[in-house]
């Protein structure tokens, strides 16, 4: 928290001002002293087990040895070791067992697969390569969203603001049991159009507009698009219902360089790789959305996701072969994968991948925390 208010305070160059706090032996004490900065302690933990908060202030320690222990308003539901490294003998024993273990956990924890991250330093192509096979044979779909889709990254795509509204207007016009959507849907175009909340008039219309426009939408599109240029259509129509000047003055990042166009490409083109092998428009959505696939992605993504059970596949030298570089950032990146999780983190090591040695000091602190190494 030290490090976003020193951030907050300078305002520009936010990256390098990050890199420059967490390269200072003690940022915190410097940022006090210097800006007569108040320390204010966030004692509670909403998201994490009480056990998985223990390990948490241990690495949260070699990053300020002033951080106050939290307290977990969560209860630990997860019956057994919450927090594990396995060691297997090969890349493709580990992909086997990982999917025979999440399978069985989705099927007697009655979990679902986006109840667990597969989480990667780097390279989540490769990783991907070897692991979606191996859960493929369980009946499950692994998702790297670290992939690319146009020129637009598969996760940055899902966070756009365009293609979530997208996604909600299509969920209202063409699936069953919809209300739940209107709400948002109301509400999301209203503020694109810049109608507030109690302007009754301007409300009422909008809702009449809403209402006609899914019933014609529904018409013109009774089935997802089954060529590019009909994903294309189908993006641009409901682009002209919003109108393009409302949601780029809504979301000014739009209005740089080309980047909307990427974004409107790559939502037809992820639109389209959904609705193949698709008979109707909740099955389509379901795979834009990932709904029932376990996602892959790298730690820098996973940023404010939360998950039930963090599977951090990778903990070698080869991944971390910067590690030695900036350790200190590198830590707070290996903190940030850690804190994802709510019940359960699992780190797994194959010796082919590289040694242990560069990243003893992640090991040393996990040791210390308690977390045992088994064989996988």
């Not at 209300?179 to 809702?207: E, F, H």
């Not at 393009?244 to 166009?261: K, T």
């Not at 709904?291 to 596949?313: A, N, Q």
């Amino acid at each position: 928290r030290g490090t976003e208010t020193i951030v907050t305070a300078v305002g520009d160059n936010k990256q390098q001002i990050m890199r420059w706090a967490m390269a200072m032996d003690k940022p915190f004490s410097t940022f006090e002293a210097d800006f007569k900065g108040v320390r204010t302690s966030l004692s509670n933990n909403y998201r994490s087990s009480p056990e998985l908060v223990r390990i948490q202030h241990v690495l949260a320690q070699a990053l300020d040895e002033q951080s106050v222990h939290p307290v977990s308003q969560t209860d630990g539901t997860f019956k057994g070791e919450c927090c594990s490294i396995l060691d297997y003998a090969s890349p493709k024993l580990e992909a086997r067992k990982l999917a025979r273990s999440v399978a069985s956990d989705i099927a007697n924890l009655k979990l679902a697969p986006r109840d667990f991250v597969i989480l990667v330093r780097q390279k989540a192509g490769e990783y991907a390569e070897l692991l979606e096979p191996a859960f493929a044979r369980e009946k499950f779909a692994l998702r790297n969203e670290a992939g690319m889709v146009g020129k637009v990254m598969l996760q940055e795509l899902m966070a756009e603001e365009f293609s979530t509204f997208l996604v909600i207007i299509l969920r209202l016009a063409m699936t069953p049991r919809a209300g739940g959507y209107w709400s948002t849907c109301q509400s999301c175009l209203a503020s694109m159009r810049g109608i507030d909340s109690d302007d009754v008039i301007r409300q009422s219309k909008l809702v009449r507009e809403l209402d006609s426009y899914t019933t014609e939408l529904a018409a013109r599109f009774s089935h997802p698009p089954q060529s590019k240029p009909a994903s294309r259509s189908l993006v641009n129509n409901i682009l002209n219902f919003v109108g393009s000047e409302h949601v780029i003055r809504s979301h000014p990042a739009y209005a740089q360089g080309a980047w909307f166009e990427k974004i409107l490409d790559a939502t037809a083109e992820h639109l389209l790789s959904s609705s193949t092998h698709t008979a109707d428009w909740s099955s389509a959505l379901d795979m834009y959305e990932g709904v029932h696939s376990i996602p892959l992605m790298t730690i820098h993504k996973s940023k404010g996701l939360e998950y039930h059970t963090v599977i951090f596949v990778g903990l070698d030298d080869g991944a971390w072969w910067s590690f030695s570089q900036d350790e200190i950032e590198a830590t707070a990146g290996f903190f940030v994968a850690f804190t994802r999780a709510k019940q359960r983190v699992i780190f797994t090591y194959c010796a082919s991948r590289g040694t242990r040695k560069k990243i003893a000091t992640l090991y040393e602190l996990l040791t210390k925390a308690g977390v045992k190494i088994t064989t996988g």
